[in-house]
């Protein structure tokens, strides 16, 4: 089975900090590129960080740059989104995917999908 599984979402105050993880199973994450993406409702999905599997670059939207980091940890084969001073306008269910390549933020050719963890900033 090639799967992920986000984690670590929940309720932050504006301003707050969570840490998204994003583990995989059946596959080695560290030959992909790894997109992290966001739906708030009503909303289309945007990208929002991706991480290059060459040399492990990483890509900020302009919404989150400044403010969230991605990382990989190859021995836990685990990508992670932390997530800084966040805001109202940063609630929405967070996704990652496994992909071939990053155009800029966004992760192309993807493979596999979690089934998103909901993060929600609200005062």
């Known amino acids: 089975q090639l799967q992920l599984v986000e984690s670590g979402g929940g309720l932050v105050q504006p301003g707050g900090s969570l840490r998204l993880s994003c583990a995989a199973s059946?596959?080695?994450?560290?030959?992909?590129?790894i997109g992290w993406f966001r739906q708030a409702p009503g909303e289309e999905r945007e990208g929002v960080s991706c991480?290059?599997?060459?040399?492990?670059?990483?890509y900020y939207g302009y919404s989150v740059k400044g403010r969230f980091t991605i990382s990989r940890d190859n021995a836990k084969n685990t990508v992670y989104l932390q997530m800084n001073s966040l805001k109202p306008a940063d609630t929405a269910v967070y996704y990652c995917?496994?992909?071939?390549?990053?155009?800029?933020?966004?992760?192309?050719?993807?493979?596999?999908w979690g089934q998103g963890t909901q993060v929600t900033v609200s005062s």
């Open positions: 995917a496994a992909g071939v390549y990053c155009s800029n933020y966004v992760c192309y050719d993807t493979t596999s």
């Open positions: 059946g596959f080695t994450l560290d030959g992909y590129a």
């Open positions: 991480i290059s599997t060459s040399d492990g670059s990483p």
